[in-house]
């Protein structure tokens, strides 16, 4: 029998399949749970709610999405009672939450992130990678600030904690290896890549409309960097990690997991589909995948692709 469940730093997912932070609609995120994913990851929540940058803020290219959303969230208070209701649905379901937290001081870090513990989340991520929001980049842009962030709020937390890291920073393997030895359980790499922008050329005008024009691309060119960041992170370190990048069929997913994944997000191919069948064909053609090559269980599978080389 194929067994498609992984042990995500002592959490049980029914499948490697995440839905990546991004989504603030509990509608969609209740069809990706009934459409069989193994955990959905909230919007990143900041302690205050807020506005993020006007409208339009993602732009749809043709290798992915650029976006500059800006954090928009109702902050941690409002949202309680919206992450209850998740939790409920998503245990009833069998299906695990990981709150994504953002904050501008580590002190608002440890607060949601404890809150987000108390409201049921199974997993906290620590969203240190927004590319548009300056604090919360500079947070996860050198292995001092990343380990000073993860001791203080991993000591306040029962659960796993995952960090998500940006795909671009130039101290990449030392941050993630900082960010594991202050306590971290799991990497969660990566978030969208920056600067991306995009022109209307009838217009004459820069598309997205934040600050400086600029934004995070996501969606089809980001895999083959976001793979190379788990090949090299798994190489490194053997921690667990959820990757994510570009996703967007089961061939992704495998080749993620052959480069040493535990778990697979994906968010800009279910956004530019618009509807969550995605997850059904990808849970169907893992498991076609793994009886023909006679894998038993994805751990299996993890980090294959390095293994056959040495
Ligand atoms: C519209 C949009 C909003 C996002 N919001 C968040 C967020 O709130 N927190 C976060 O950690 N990542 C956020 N991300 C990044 C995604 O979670 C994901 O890591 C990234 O887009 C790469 O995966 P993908 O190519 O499958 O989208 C967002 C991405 C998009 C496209």
Redesign the pocket.
């Known amino acids: 029998m194929t067994d498609l469940s992984v042990d995500l730093a002592g959490v049980r997912l029914e499948n490697p399949l995440i839905i990546?932070?991004?989504?603030l609609s509990q509608h969609l995120l209740r069809r990706c749970i009934d459409a069989g994913v193994g955990a959905v990851?909230?919007?990143?929540i900041t302690p205050k709610p807020m506005e993020g940058h006007p409208p339009p803020?993602?732009i749809d290219v043709d290798v992915?999405?650029?976006?500059a959303?800006g954090?928009r969230?109702p902050g941690i208070e409002a949202f309680e009672d919206e992450m209850r209701r998740l939790v409920e649905y998503a245990h009833g379901r069998g299906v695990k939450v990981i709150g994504?937290v953002?904050a501008p001081s580590i002190d608002g870090y440890v607060e949601v992130a404890g809150r987000m513990e108390d409201y049921g989340a199974d997993i906290v991520?620590l969203?240190v990678?927004?590319p548009t929001i300056e604090e919360v980049h500079s947070m996860g842009s050198s292995p001092k600030t990343v380990g000073r962030l993860v001791g203080e709020v991993d000591g306040a937390l029962c659960i796993p904690l995952s960090v998500?890291l940006s795909p671009e920073l130039r101290e990449f393997t030392d941050i993630a290896e900082e960010a594991i030895s202050s306590g971290a359980d799991i990497l969660?790499l990566?978030?969208?890549i920056s600067p991306a922008t995009s022109i209307d050329i009838w217009r004459g005008e820069i598309r997205l409309r934040c600050p400086g024009g600029v934004g995070?691309l996501?969606?089809?060119a980001?895999?083959p960097i976001?793979l190379a960041r788990v090949l090299m992170t798994y190489r490194e370190m053997e921690a667990p990690i959820i990757a994510?990048?570009?996703?967007?069929s089961w061939e992704d997913v495998v080749e993620m997991i052959y480069a040493g994944a535990t778990a697979v997000?994906?968010?800009?191919?279910?956004?530019k589909r618009g509807e969550p069948t995605m997850i059904g064909e990808m849970l169907r053609g893992l498991r076609n995948f793994m009886e023909r090559l006679g894998f038993g269980k994805v751990e299996e599978m993890r980090g294959y692709a390095l293994r056959k080389r040495s």
């Open positions: 990546a932070s991004g989504i990851t909230t919007k990143s803020s993602i992915g999405l650029i976006n959303v954090l969230n994504s953002a991520e969203n990678s927004c998500k969660s990566v978030n969208t995070g996501s969606g089809k980001l895999k976001a994510s990048g570009g996703v967007s997000s994906f968010l800009t191919a279910l956004l």
